[in-house]
Nanobody
């Protein structure tokens, strides 16, 4: 059974940092893109960042570019999202997802597997 389990969310003050982790199990995702999305209350789920299978390519939403960094450790089947200079508008449930193929994938329908999400709350 394939599972993606996020961790590392929490409450942080504006300007602070958090590091999210996404541990995959049930199969290897070393050859497909992984991504992070987020969903704020009352809003649609939106793309945050994606990383290619080998980790050599990354892509970010404009709203997080320069503040967030995605990485992966294929030996551990884990993807990370380092979030710095957090803002109240970053408050959302953050979801990890495994893509249907390699590359830089930013559409929801390009992802086959999803985690349950982890809450990130940034206070002003």
């Amino acid at each position: 059974q394939v599972q993606l389990v996020e961790s590392g969310g929490g409450l942080v003050q504006a300007g602070g940092s958090l590091r999210l982790s996404c541990a995959a199990s049930g199969r290897t995702f070393n050859y497909v893109a992984m991504g992070w999305f987020r969903q704020a209350p009352g809003k649609e789920r939106e793309f945050v960042s994606t990383i290619s299978g080998g980790g050599g390519m990354t892509y970010y939403a404009d709203s997080v570019k320069g503040r967030f960094a995605i990485s992966r450790d294929n030996a551990k089947n884990t993807v990370y999202l380092q979030m710095n200079s957090l803002k109240p508008e970053d408050t959302a449930v953050y979801y990890c997802a495994a893509g249907s193929r390699n590359g830089l994938l930013y559409r929801i329908d390009e992802y086959d597997y999803w985690g349950q999400g982890t809450q990130v709350t940034v206070s002003s």
